[in-house]
């Protein structure tokens, strides 16, 4: 409801392996699953190439308004909560292995990553 008092769109996408989502293939889980520090970076890496593509693809479909104003106004905010945090923050930790013709064209948009998630308490 403040979406449109606030002029901005919402756009909540599930990760893969949720409801409404393309499945984790056998061999992607199996890179997560295991020890392997590489297993890991690639499945990362995958990751962070996934949700560029998506955002890029987006910002140019929809024509949304470039990040502008010193980043105050327009563009995209990408917000992660909770265990999705960690695929928010792959998009900037694995930058470099987003193609850099996508990099480039989302790079304007960007405006901003909110990590968002709950606080533990110490007992």
């Known amino acids: ?52 593509g998506f955002l890029d693809d987006f910002a140019h479909r929809e024509r949304l308004p470039k990040a502008k104003g010193n980043h105050t106004t327009g563009g995209i905010v990408l917000l992660g909560w909770s265990s999705s945090s960690s695929y928010a923050m792959c998009l900037l930790s694995h930058a470099h292995a987003i193609k850099d013709g996508t990099r480039k064209r989302l790079e304007p948009f960007l405006r901003s990553v909110v990590i ?3 606080s533990i308490e110490a007992k």
């Not at 293939?25 to 890991?40: P, V």
């Open 116 to 118: 968002f998630g709950e």
């Open 1 to 52: 409801p403040l979406g449109q008092r606030y002029r901005i769109r919402v756009v909540i996408l599930n990760r893969r392996g949720y409801p409404g989502s393309a499945p984790f293939t056998e061999e992607e889980l199996r890179g997560i699953e295991t020890l392997d520090g590489l297993a890991h970076e690639t499945f990362f890496n995958n990751r962070a190439r996934e949700l560029a």
